[in-house]
Nanobody, 125 residues
Framework: QVQLMESGGGLVQAGGSLRLSCAAS????????MGWFRRVPGKEREFVAA????????YYHDSVKGRFTISRDNARNAVNLQMNSVKPGDTGVYYC??????????????????WGRGTQVTVAK
């Protein structure tokens, strides 16, 4: 059974930093894209960042470019999200996701088959 487990969420002051991690089990995703999505209050779940097999295939939502950094740890079958200069608008539940197919890096929810249960991030003013 494939499981994605997020960790690292919590409360942070605006302007601060937080690091999310997601460890996968039950399957290796080194050849598949992994990404992060979030559901902020009052909105649908949205794309945050995704990374393919290597750093040449990284995508970010415009709202997090220059502040968030996605990285992979293939030895741990994991993906991380370093969040810097966080804003109150970054508050939400952050979900880790992994694609089933290979060859491209998706930025849409429907392109991802496996999902974590989410971790809450709250940015205080």
């Amino acid at each position: 059974q494939v499981q994605l487990m997020e960790s690292g969420g919590g409360l942070v002051q605006a302007g601060g930093s937080l690091r999310l991690s997601c460890a996968a089990s039950g399957r290796t995703f080194t050849e598949n894209a992994m990404g992060w999505f979030r559901r902020v209050p009052g909105k649908e779940r949205e794309f945050v960042a995704a990374m393919g097999q290597n750093e040449g295939s990284i995508y970010y939502h415009d709202s997090v470019k220059g502040r968030f950094t996605i990285s992979r740890d293939n030895a741990r079958n994991a993906v991380n999200l370093q969040m810097n200069s966080v804003k109150p608008g970054d508050t939400g539940v952050y979900y880790c996701a992994a694609m089933d197919g290979t060859g491209y890096t998706g930025v849409l929810e429907v392109q991802y088959r496996y999902w974590g249960r989410g971790t809450q991030v709250t940015v205080a003013k």
